[in-house]
């Protein structure tokens, strides 16, 4: 193989390996948004939850505050029964029935209090059955990714000692400024490209000189301006 398809191939190594490290340094991140889209629902349960418990704790106040008043109505109304005194006895049937309309409001309290046991309920069944359906994509979400990661790990060795191969076919110099001006150039663009048509840099676009494209014809040159290899 000819210096420039060595060193294509090289690059194209090289780019695979830059591709290979970034994607797998993003993976945990990637994982972490996966599981914290699950926090948003999980807190709105949460919050439904508390909900529920103050209601319910409502309504068990309010059963006892209510019984109270019963027993509170009822000890009167046995006074009633069994006072002479007819004067008496109007006052305190008087007062067992003061005891009705709180009752009543206490009972239509306690009814409203259900009902929102009742809706927290609800809403609470269509978020579980969101956070059902969410974790089981995320679980596969994630089992995706971990199986990216190992294919991608994997696949490493390989790349590196093909690499490792080709580049005791290039002579050191050629080699040392190739990966240069790849590291310099930020690893993950190609720096070994075709003159354009219009015989500009593929790299950086500048128009190149007589003496560069002709270099670059011969088999491999080099843009001045940027430092990226040129073919033709
Ligand atoms: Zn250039």
């Known amino acids: 193989m000819d210096l420039l398809n060595t060193l294509l191939e090289i690059q194209d190594l090289d780019l695979r390996k830059s591709e290979i490290d970034k994607q797998s340094t993003s993976i945990p991140a990637q994982k972490k948004d996966i599981i914290s889209s699950l926090k948003k629902d999980k807190q709105i349960y949460e919050a439904f939850n508390e909900q529920q418990k103050e209601a319910e704790k409502a309504c068990k106040e309010l059963t006892y505050e209510t019984d109270k008043l019963r027993q509170q109505k009822a000890k009167i109304m046995i006074q009633s029964g069994d006072t002479k005194d007819n004067s008496t006895y109007t006052k305190l049937v008087k007062e067992a029935d003061s005891y009705d309309s709180r009752i009543d409001d206490m009972e239509s309290t306690f009814l409203e209090h259900l009902d929102k046991v009742a809706d927290i309920k609800s809403k609470k069944k269509?978020?579980?059955?969101?956070?059902?359906?969410?974790?089981?994509?995320?679980?596969?979400?994630?089992?995706?990714?971990?199986?990216?990661h190992k294919n991608l790990v994997e696949s490493l060795p390989d790349t590196i000692a093909k690499r490792k191969e080709l580049a005791q076919t290039v002579d050191e110099e050629t080699l040392i400024d190739y990966e240069r001006i790849f590291k310099s150039k930020g690893s993950f663009r190609a720096v070994i490209v075709p003159i354009t048509h219009d015989t500009s840099c593929g790299f950086c676009h500048i128009?190149?000189?007589?003496?560069?494209?002709?270099?670059?014809?011969?088999?491999?040159?080099?843009?001045?301006e940027c430092g990226a290899f040129l073919y033709k």
């Not at 269509?126 to 990216?148: C, H, N, P």
């Not at 128009?207 to 001045?224: E, I, M, R």
């Open 126 to 148: 269509v978020i579980a059955e969101q956070l059902k359906t969410m974790i089981g994509k995320i679980e596969q979400d994630i089992k995706d990714l971990d199986r990216r």
């Open 207 to 224: 128009k190149l000189s007589k003496k560069d494209t002709s270099s670059a014809a011969k088999g491999l040159g080099k843009c001045l």
